[in-house]
């Protein structure tokens, strides 16, 4: 995909000679539609059983869906980022290039497990050494977590999507979601306010596939 656009540059702007796009006849490669395994309340709650409140592994598993961050994000979060009850901080990604700073309320239950928990000096999450993560190397971390809890299909980007999820079926609008999330567009955003409508739509429909019989009345 990269070298189609380079390419279609240097042509239209007649450098090195090209004199088609051979990039262009490329396949392009499949994808998983769906990404990331948005974890379920199930998993969680294996998780939070194998891993109680007071271990690395639940400070990490809280910061990742009770924030709703990336993993990138999550690994810097430290002292230094909590004001007056919210997480302040500029998400790593595109920071150089169209950096979005948020401003999220720091919920009960996070605070819950940063109060019994170890917590680094610079970052909350430090390695055995006491050094912050890298983002790759947490990543592993975290899933070799995910396997001891029996959840080898589950990762920390699934945490993320496990929070927008729950967020958009308790009500969040697509504008709510955005906020949290760091969203430039509506088209992630409505994905998930549409899936949890589809949701809430069938449950008050499905009634409606049988006929109910005079004297009657659904319950």
Not at 99 to 116: C, F, H, M, T
Not at 131 to 160: M, Y
Not at 177 to 195: N, Q, V
């Amino acid at each position: 995909k990269t070298l189609r656009g380079l390419l279609k540059w240097a042509l239209e702007h007649e450098l090195g000679g090209l004199r088609h796009n051979a990039a262009r006849d490329v396949p392009k490669l499949r994808q998983r539609e769906d990404g990331y395994h948005a974890w379920t309340e199930i998993e969680r709650a294996r998780f939070e059983r194998r891993f109680p409140i007071g271990t690395k592994a639940r400070l990490a598993y809280a910061l990742l869906f009770h924030t709703g961050q990336r993993r990138s994000d999550v690994v810097l979060f430290g002292r230094q980022h909590m004001h007056a009850g919210k997480l302040r901080f500029t998400q790593q990604k595109n920071r150089r290039r169209r950096p979005i700073s948020l401003e999220l309320p720091i919920l009960p239950q996070l605070q819950k497990v940063l109060e019994a928990s170890p917590l680094g000096e610079l970052t909350f999450l430090v390695t055995d050494h006491g050094q912050p993560f890298t983002v790759a190397g947490f990543g592993n971390w975290f899933r070799d977590r995910c396997t001891e809890a029996g959840l080898r299909h589950c990762s920390a980007h699934g945490l993320r999507k496990a929070a927008a999820v729950a967020a958009a079926e308790n009500g969040a609008t697509a504008n709510e979601l955005m906020a949290i999330f760091g969203w430039l567009s509506l088209k992630e955003a409505e994905r998930y306010t549409r899936s949890a409508e589809q949701k809430k739509l069938a449950e008050r429909g499905m009634g409606t596939l049988v006929a109910l019989k005079v004297g009657t009345r659904s319950v």
